[in-house]
Each structure stands twice: as structure tokens, then as C-alpha cells.
């Protein structure tokens, strides 16, 4: 269907793609194995050949997903995994070695980096930049680099890294380019745009959309020639070049790791990633209205949205996204408001960690995800003790202002 819209081809992809007896959507599968009637077919698929033996790496509930989520970033194949930080530690445990160099955006979420210091224990080398800077991440180019990561759109910061750029200095070096999608989400891009390699989305996320399930997705956009990368495992270099990472990466992270996805899950996200237009499109009108009303508001000190002019990437975010500028923002009160007084006078937002929900959810950033990295890493980062992050849901505009306005009145 790919003549069809974003929504359209989403709607209609488990029919196209075989749900059994007619069905709209595909059917949930619970079975840990699968029987052959064929011992040969049996072989063939340990061997390579698409198809179900056991569970752990993938069911035809969590293909199905698949899909979807390479449908949506225009891919060539996508493998899912229980989280989003399955999917990340999945691509950087099985791609790269001892002794290979990394180049990070250094505003990355707090997981994110956690496992960094895991990758470092286990000799890869990383350095953390500026994403927004080109000449910041040239300039940490080594001879053993291998891989540039970042963030379409930063959390909690909302920084928009130089996506363009970095994807096409990346085609220049020939080095791995994966770009966490989450926040930007397909619908806004899809990561093919920017000649990303590998595109990561958390699924309990925007595009799981209900906070009813937690999932994670690696997608290859088929841009990357795996031929020459040299962490790539001989029983995985069969076939179209293209493939052999995503091969590797589900072995690995799946056989040998078991950071599967349940079928249970699966289903869920399915369901959920039909709306993920209309969510966005509404959550991030929201969004903007909210910014454009805190920006001026006394009691705001800062309001840190792409969609504002106010932004340093604001420019770059309107074409990369094509107008829309995702639905996370950072406020930092003022700091004659206290921060714990004003969250518990809100009536409708939500007080919980997770972003991309329908309902918008608020959390004091230094004090909760933040925290453990302590003060001095988290002035470096621009983390200040009164900021917030909070992610945009789809309630009445006016219930969203309405609610910020009687607590900052409040305090």
C-alpha cells in the first residue's frame, strides 16, 4: 500500500499482510513453539529462512508489529524488542567491540547514558557532543569510530540535533548512524530522511500511545552496506548485505539475550499505533498553545519548545518536522515557586514518569530521572532544580492552560 497515507497503510497493514481467517487485526499468539510438519523446514529456518520456531525470538503477533513500524519509517525491516532500552542495548552490545569508538549527543536520556557507563566498562570508547553543533561532532571523529547516535529531539531538554548534517557526514565517513526516533516519532519523520542506519522507537511510548504496554523497535532503513563493518559475525553475512546487522541484532539481542517482545504486548501497541496521527497531531497542537501561553507568564522563567521562536533549533525543527515540533516540553518555574507546592496543586496533569501517554504527565526533572547523576552533572546538562518535564496528551487545550494557570495562581 505504499501509494497510500501514513494512516491508511497503518489501518490496513495486518490485512494485507495475511490475518488469518479474515480477521482485521492479527491475531494474538500465544504459543512458546512451533511445530513442522517437515523436519527439512525445521532445519531451513534455524539456518535462516523466514519463519517461527520459538517464541523468544518473535511470534507472528510481534511480526506483525514489525511491519508496521517498518512501514511507518520506510524501511526495510524492523525487530522488536520488551523495551526501548532492550533495543538500544541490543545495537550497541552486539555492533560494537572492545576497542571501537562511539560519538554521542550528550543530552541523552538518563537510561541512555547508565548504559553508556556499561559500554565503557566493557572497553568501548564513547565521547559525548554537542548534536546540535556539526563541527562538535566532526571534531571527535577517531580512526576507530564507528557509530554516531543521537536523538531526533532531546529529553528533557528538547534540543533537536543537526539530524541532516550528521546523516550525511555520516554517509561521508561510512560510519553507523542510529537515531532514537521516539520523540519526533515516524509520523513527524521517519528516520530514512536523515540516512540514518539503524532507527530505534520505544513502542510503550507515542506510538503504543495508552501507557498499556512497554516495547522497543530497531528498524534498518537499508541505507547501510553491513559488507565492510567488521563486528559483523560470519554466520550472519548470508544474503543482501543490507540485512546482516538486523540479523545479528535479533540473534543476539533476542536468542541470546531474551529481550523479547510478548505477543500480549504486541497486540496492544498494534492496536494503538493506528491512531498515532491523529494523537500527534492533536498532542502536538497542545503542545504549542501551552508553550506560546507559559512563555509569558510571570511565574515561567523558561519554556524550552521547539515550536517557539524562542528556540535555538526552532528553524532547523520547523523543516526537519514539517511544522509540527513534537509534544515534550521543559518549564522551569520561577525559582520563587516551589516546585513541589505547584505540582501538587495541578487538578488534571498527571504526576508519573513516561512520555507519549494520551494524558499529560508531569514530573520535577533533578528530583526523579535526574537525580542519581547528581548536582554538578546536572548544572553541566542545564538542569536546574525547578524544571519540569512535561509530556503533552490529547485533553481539551483549554482544560491543559486552564489547569497551569490556577496553580501557578496558587503558588
Known sequence: MSNYGFTTTILHSDRRFGAEHGAIHKPLHTSSQYAFDDSRELAAVFQGKAGFSYARQGTPTTAALEQKITQMERGIGTVSF?????????????????????????????????????????GVDITLVDPTDMEAVKTAWRP????????????????????????????????????????????????????????????????????????????????????????????????????WALTQI??????DMGGTLSSDAAHRISAGAETLALRMEKACANALALAKYLESHPKVASVSYPGLASHPQHAMAKAYFQGRFGALMGIELDPSV???????????????????????????????????????????????????RVSIGIEDEADLIGDFAQALDAN
Not at 557526514?169 to 540514518?196: M, Q, S
Not at 532507527?199 to 553491513?226: E, F
Open 338 to 388: 516551589d516546585v513541589f507546592a505547584f505540582l501538587n496543586s495541578l487538578k488534571v496533569l498527571i504526576l508519573a514518569t513516561h512520555l507519549g501517554d494520551t494524558r499529560t504527565l508531569v514530573l520535577p526533572v533533578a528530583h526523579t530521572i535526574y537525580y542519581e547523576m547528581g548536582p554538578e552533572t546536572r548544572a553541566l546538562m542545564g538542569i536546574a532544580d525547578n524544571l519540569l
Open 250 to 255: 535479533k540473534k543476539k539481542g533476542l536468542r
Open 144 to 243: 576507530e569510530t564507528r557509530m554516531v547516535f543521537t536523538e531526533s529531539i532531546a529529553n528533557p531538554g528538547t534540543q533537536v540535533a543537526d539530524l541532516k548534517g550528521m546523516g550525511e557526514w555520516c554517509l561521508e565517513k561510512g560510519l553507523v548512524y542510529v537515531l532514537d526516533n521516539t520523540l519526533a516519532t515516524p509520523y513527524l519523520r521517519p528516520g530514512i530522511d536523515f540516512h540514518a542506519s539503524l532507527v530505534m522507537n520505544s513502542l510503550s511510548k507515542y506510538i503504543g500511545g495508552h501507557a498499556n504496554a512497554l516495547g522497543g523497535a530497531i528498524t534498518n532503513t537499508g541505507l547501510y552496506d553491513w559488507s565492510a563493518y567488521e563486528a559483523i559475525a560470519e554466520p550472519y553475512r548470508k544474503g543482501d548485505p543490507r540485512t
Open 82 to 122: 520488551a523495551t526501548g532500552m532492550a533495543a538500544l542495548a541490543a545495537v550497541f552490545m552486539t555492533l560494537l567491540r572492545k576497542g571501537d569508538h562511539l560519538i554521542s549527543s550528550k543530552y541523552i536520556f538518563g537510561n541512555t547514558n547508565s548504559l553508556f557507563g556499561t559500554l565503557t566498562a566493557l
